[in-house]
């Protein structure tokens, strides 16, 4: 019985907070989209090639995270991406930067926890920002 109020607790929650779906540039280690479809994510790679633009527009549309090294995305606004995650972590560092990334996972587990934010991951850990209004 007890198990049982347990799942339709986990269910209820699930359907009220949808889990976090990412979106990967080109620009982000191949290991991290491995390391979150093993935790049972929705990843998706950006079309190579694909424009900020483009990029910015499939985040929005699809409700998808972008995880990106760009730093042309910090200005970008609601509007025109749905969230962004900067890796300030060297991409040849994999396993500062899945530890990183697993811990910032256990602090937001919806995706309502990462909409119209800009959540920048460094080793020591992530700041958290609202998008901004307009872009800058």
Do not use: W
């Amino acid at each position: 019985m007890q198990q049982a109020l347990q799942e339709a607790e986990t269910m209820s929650f699930s359907r009220l907070h949808p889990a976090p779906k990412f979106l990967l540039d080109e620009n982000v280690h191949g290991r991290l989209g491995s390391f979150l479809k093993d935790k049972g994510f929705s990843v998706r790679p950006c079309a190579r090639g694909a424009s900020d633009r483009q990029v910015s527009e499939q985040s929005k549309t699809e409700e998808l995270i972008l995880v990106t090294n760009d730093s042309d995305f910090e200005s970008v606004p609601p509007e025109k991406v749905f969230a962004v995650i900067l890796l300030k972590i060297p991409q040849n560092n994999v396993s500062a930067l899945l530890q990183a990334f697993g811990s910032l996972l256990e602090h937001k587990k919806s995706s309502e926890d990462y909409a119209s934010r800009l959540i920048i991951l460094k080793i020591d850990g992530a700041r958290t920002f609202a998008l901004p209004r307009k872009e800058v």
